[in-house]
């Protein structure tokens, strides 16, 4: 596994983000046939909050991102995207881990939602998510506190 870092996003972040969410996110857009290009990029700006997100860096440079927003009775796992030359070498397996970390020690459980059929899945449910309903488009999740 490549050294990573993640550090506080600031509004700066935001086109790097876009860009690569565009990227990661087609092939599972197209293949639900809800690819847009511009829907894509604009969904994010719309959502975007450097306050609750982290950028991930590898070997100082952009490799992906990940948000926690918090609210009333989880946090949200938001926004998670890696470079597509970087997944399945562990950071993403890295960086949950330590977000995961956070919220237990505060006794948060974690919600995300995740595309149907998305290989991220997997790395989910080996993370203790399990799936609370879904959707033709979206699975829902959540991992309680662990000990």
């Given amino acids: 596994m490549a050294d990573w870092k993640i550090r506080a996003a600031s509004t700066a972040d935001v086109e790097a983000v876009v860009e690569l969410r565009a990227v990661v996110m087609r092939p599972d857009l197209e293949r639900l046939g809800r690819y ?3 829907r894509v990029r604009q969904w ?3 959502r975007f909050d450097p306050d609750h997100t982290w950028v991930i860096e590898v070997a100082d440079t952009f490799a992906g ?4 927003r918090p609210a009333e009775d989880a946090h949200w796992l938001e926004h998670f995207y890696l470079a597509p030359h970087l997944q399945g070498t562990g950071i993403g397996s890295g960086v949950l881990r330590e977000l995961l970390e956070r919220c237990d ?5 974690v919600r995300l939602n995740v595309l149907q ?5 997997r790395l989910y449910e080996r993370h203790g998510f399990e799936v609370e309903s879904e959707d033709p488009v979206a699975v829902f999740m959540v991992r309680r506190v662990s000990a």
């Fill in 117 to 121: 059929g998305s290989a991220a899945r």
């Fill in 36 to 38: 847009d290009e511009h």
């Fill in 44 to 46: 994010l700006r719309d």
């Fill in 65 to 68: 991102c990940v948000a926690l």
């Fill in 105 to 109: 020690r505060g006794g948060f459980p």
